[in-house]
């Protein structure tokens, strides 16, 4: 309403002015012409109710685009939300995280600061869906992703990797900060319960991590696979555990190393 009454006296404001120029333009060119000539009004009238018209319409035209331009905008940002997250658990997806990662890596070089990387799986995950069925190992799932959700920060990009995998990025981070971090996630992950109806089971998750600053990573993929390096070490420990990427973690992997989810 407010917006309309501003509209409308602007309008009027214009109206009045152009019912004006048009008299002292003739009276200017022409002094022997009265000021108040009918005439004279009458064509000034006419001109400022035209150039009113012209003006409403390019202004409706003007607010229509900015209506329309703002809703792209919206729709935009929405589609590219949805996109880049997964559909279970909310978090980010793979393709995201692999952006966020070189975004990440890369801010942190040119700033001189340190960016963390953290790889989690679940343990024995093949067993949960063997025992409980696939609905149940996706709301186990779904809990995960809310225990590392709680103990993240705002600026930490979390993302479900993929199948029974996260991984978390925790920019402005040592190895120290991010495997206190770490360790909240993993205690908090042991001690919550998943249950839906008469089914209830607690279900761990392995840590590995790896830091630009204590690992030198030499490209943003090179900290990503410290840190699953680091994840299979824990794996290999007795899982449950939170193990930062060392040289133990540089051989490669063993056939079938995986098996040891």
Same mark, same amino acid.
């Given at each position: ?7 409308l ?10 019912a ?10 022409h002094p ?18 035209? %150039?009113?018209?012209?003006? #409403?319409?390019?202004i409706?035209?003007?607010? $229509?685009? %900015? #209506? ?18 997964d ?6 997806n793979?393709?995201y ?17 340190e ?15 063997? /025992? ?6 996706d ?17 930490? /990009? ?9 991984a978390?990025?925790?920019?402005? /981070? ?5 495997t #206190? ?6 205690i ?13 089971m607690?279900?761990?998750? #392995? ?5 630009t $600053? ?6 943003p ?10 994840l ?28 040891l989810?």
């Open positions: 309403m407010r917006q309309q009454m501003i509209r006296l602007i309008y009027l404001s214009i109206v009045l002015l152009m004006n120029i048009s008299p002292l333009i003739d009276s200017f060119l022997d012409i009265p000021y108040f000539d009918p005439e004279h009004l009458l064509v000034g009238g006419i001109t400022a109710g035209i %150039t009113a018209l012209i003006l #409403s319409l390019l409706s035209h003007a607010n $229509r685009m %900015t #209506s329309v331009a703002h809703e792209l905008s919206h729709l935009n940002k929405a589609l590219r939300e949805q996109t880049s997250r559909s279970l658990t909310g978090l980010y793979h393709r995280f692999q952006e966020m990662l070189r975004h990440e890596f890369l801010l942190a070089k040119r700033h001189q600061t960016l963390s990387c953290m790889m989690l799986d679940l343990d024995l995950f093949k067993d949960v869906n063997d /025992t409980c069925g696939h609905p149940f190992g709301l186990v799932l779904k809990g995960t992703a809310e225990q590392i959700l709680h103990e993240a920060r705002t600026t930490d /990009t979390v993302a479900r990797y993929g199948g029974e995998e996260f978390v990025l925790l920019p402005n /981070t040592d190895l120290e900060g991010a #206190s971090i770490a360790e909240r996630i993993r908090r992950a042991q001690e919550y319960i998943h249950q839906d109806k008469d089914v209830a607690r279900v761990t998750i #392995s840590i590995g991590l790896a830091s $600053r204590a690992h030198c990573p030499q490209r993929e090179e900290l990503l696979t410290f840190a699953d390096r680091a299979y070490l824990a794996k290999k420990a007795g899982r449950n555990k939170v193990i930062p990427y060392s040289e133990l973690a540089a051989t490669p992997f063993p056939p079938n190393s995986f098996a989810e």
